[in-house]
């Protein structure tokens, strides 16, 4: 009886071929391919009220891209890439945002995005080879493809401070912030957290607000961005060279070519060294992290001769000697093993008038108060409160859906010592779901729009290698998945970033197994290795015609 309501339930359910959760960068073009190309039935899920992802929520002050504008888009359509022109060498979020309505309108992807929906669980049905997935709006739907595209940072980590409902301010987070914005004037602010996102929000803040506290836990080593308007005829070569531009992208190990990379900062002078540390500096962006010396992140000599170099050029722009010793990092805390933050008056900041550094690692936050903050050494008062203090990276969107594959097992149970995966792209137990610049894949480590592209494109075309063999399912392989998963920990611990208390491993959330995320083999050579995959005949996955009734292993992928 119960089947027959099963049945009679499942016959009801709406049915397409995939379901995407997301509409960000990856989202969007997952629908594009899979629906335009492929002709495939395709819904997609996002919480929010519109396109756009991380751009969509990371509204603070001064967000942008720290990859040139030029890189940091889509390169699928030629078309677009003629049609869009942006406004500064390193977009803003106003107009990231609008570049990502402009292609949801000008692909006709609205009509397939389903907004104001999360989705709260997706669970694998073996015998039918087909995932069954239910929404915040209610809804179950039935599809053979199960494509989360939450993104990397877009879970926020909210640390629970006692008494951290107590603040009777307002009270704001970076990652998800009003659409109407905030007004800081005459405001006495706070914040907490000096990463990425905070060194954006700062300075602006500063500008507006009465006055601004900045509880600093750790110390990070910084470089400007360069930012500059748009020099229109940088844009016209641009434009006419952007089939080279991105080849250059592709060979670069990051996704973003630098030409001054050079092989070790040991084999040269001091002089020679930091004559060439000052003209990255210039360069701006992530020059100096990943385009001076190609040893500074495998190698602690070279990399504190770079460390050195930006503790010189924050005592050189911040006023005060003790507000300057607090902002340098110390010797023994690695350069750049924590992603290197882009800022732009970052350090000119502390010598204002209204802005107060507060060493939190010394004195830590006790409370959080009904006014404000109190630290084992004192009270501070705010008007209004902001936690610029990250994200659950990887795979905090992914466990806030109730995941379960075959035989009901749980994603977030699977993944419990770390994340396993095939090449980052999917899951032993978790058979025709693909992740996009997930966890063991380049991911943050490479230019996001075209590393998204890079697997949005290997997963349409697994799809329809798929359909064209009549393949029902596809599953990663466990013996290859252990395989991958040692070889990214290999690549990684051959470098110094997993040292680092840093999101890359998780050690941001108190209780997330320390395992090292990002694939540290370059994209280039990543790139080899999934298209080996894909024209070996998807070696490393089991590829089942009908349905599962083996996972007998079948062969090995090459890493
Ligand atoms: P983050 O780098 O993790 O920084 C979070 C900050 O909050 C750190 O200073 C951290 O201190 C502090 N914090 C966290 N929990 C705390 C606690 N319990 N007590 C006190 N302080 C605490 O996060 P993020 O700045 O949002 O940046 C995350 C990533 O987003 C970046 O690395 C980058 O990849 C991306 N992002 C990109 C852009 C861009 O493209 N332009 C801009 C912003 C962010 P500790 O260091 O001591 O942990």
Redo the contacts with the bound molecule.
Sequence with gaps: MSEMIGAVAQEAMEEVDAVVVGAGFAGLYMLHLLRDKLKKRVAVFETADGVGGTWYW?RYPG?????PSHHYSYSFSEELQQEWTWSEK?AAQPEILAYLNFVANKFDLFRDIHFQTAITSAIYDEASAKWTIQTSAGKRILAKFFIPAVGT?SHA?I?K?KGHDSFRGDVYF??HWPKEGVNFKGKRVGI?????????AIPLIAEEALHLTV????P?YAAPLMNAPMDPVLDQQAKAMYPELRRQAWDSFAGVPFERLKPSALEVTHNERVAHYEACWNDGGFSLWIGSYQDILFDKRANETAAEFVRGKIRARVKDPAIADMLCPPVGQTYGT??Q??ETNYYETYNRDNVTLVD??KA??EEITETGITTTDASYEFDCLI?????D?FTGALFKMDIRGRNGQMLKERWSAGPRTLVGLAAHGFPNMFTITGPQSPS?LFNMPLGIEMHCEWIAECIEHMSENGVASIEANEREEDDWIAHVKEVADASLLPEA???YLG??IPGKPRVFMVYLGGGKHYKDVISTIAHNGYTGFTLDRQQRLTDAPESVPTA
């Design positions: 990371n967000a942008r891209c720290d990859i390193y940072l980590n640390p401070f970076t990652g907490i957290g000096t990463g990425a996102t905070a060194m954006q509880f600093q836990r750790t990070n924590k992603r933050p882009c939190i690692k830590p936050i936690y610029a203090t990250g994200f990276a943050v208390t840093s999101w050690a941001n």
